[in-house]
Antibody
Framework: QLHLQESGPGLVQPSETLSLTCTVSGVSISSTHYYWGWIRQPPGKGLEWIGSMYYSGNTYYKPSLKSRVTISLDTSKNQFSLKVTSVTAADTAVYYC??????????????WGQGTTVAVSS | EVVLTQSPATLSVSPGERATLSCRASQSVSSNLAWYQQKPGQAPRLLIYDASIRATGIPARFSGSGSGTEFTLTISSLQSEDFAVYHCQEYNNWPYTFGQGTKLEIK
């Protein structure tokens, strides 16, 4: 069954690095049909796309976050990861991983993980 | 970057009535627009893509329309499970963006 599950620390110290992993089951992240993305939602706010990555390594990031964000794929584990460096309180959010359809260009997010809450605080 | 503006921010409607939600883009996104439903404590769920195509398993009471910069999500005959937050998302050009959401509440 198709399933995405985020994992990682729920609390990160300011100026440190936030690291999350999304474990995918039911579909290979090497599929040519999908990108793999991260989206976050600050408390009480809307959704913010962070970035997406293709099995080939092609990656897109939100420009305002690009200098601090890295997305990577581990095909051997069927996982993909997110790293955000130099975090501040503004990075506090629920973080979602999601599958992004390629039809034939990247489009909608059709399968989402349940989300994981990350708080940035000392 | 395309800015998506959703209106209203909150919409109060009685069960059984029709709800009409709006999403306006700061520049044309063609028909590359999707709608998502999000219930409290849950991840968003894809409802509509390509402005008007229902995703798999989405009831026929959900319909989308529009192109260019003006889009509408209509929910006919609201059911109790439809009260949630609705987000629009464009995928015409990177960086893909979301609207700020419309909360649909029971009147």
């Amino acid at each position: 069954q198709l399933h995405l599950q985020e994992s990682g620390p729920g609390l990160v110290q300011p100026s440190e690095t936030l690291s999350l992993t999304c474990t995918v089951s039911g579909v290979s992240i090497s599929s040519t049909h999908y990108y793999w993305g991260w989206i976050r939602q600050p408390p009480g706010k809307g959704l913010e796309w962070i970035g997406s990555m293709y099995y080939s390594g092609n990656t897109y990031y939100k420009p305002s976050l690009k200098s601090r964000v890295t997305i990577s794929l581990d095909t051997s584990k069927n996982q993909f990861s997110l790293k955000v460096t130099s975090v501040t309180a503004a990075d506090t959010a629920v973080y979602y991983c999601a599958r992004q359809r390629v039809v034939p260009t990247p489009s909608t997010f059709d399968i989402w993980g349940q989300g994981t809450t990350v708080a940035v605080s000392s | 970057e395309v800015v998506l503006t959703q209106s209203p921010a909150t919409l109060s409607v009685s069960p059984g009535e029709r709800a009409t939600l709006s999403c306006r883009a700061s520049q044309s996104v063609s028909s590359n627009l999707a709608w998502y439903q999000q219930k409290p404590g849950q991840a968003p769920r894809l409802l509509i893509y390509d402005a008007s195509i229902r995703a798999t398993g989405i009831p026929a009471r959900f319909s989308g329309s529009g192109s260019g910069t003006e889009f509408t999500l209509t929910i006919s005959s609201l059911q109790s499970e439809d009260f949630a937050v609705y987000h629009c998302q464009e995928y015409n050009n990177w960086p893909y963006t979301f609207g700020q959401g419309t909360k649909l509440e029971i009147k």
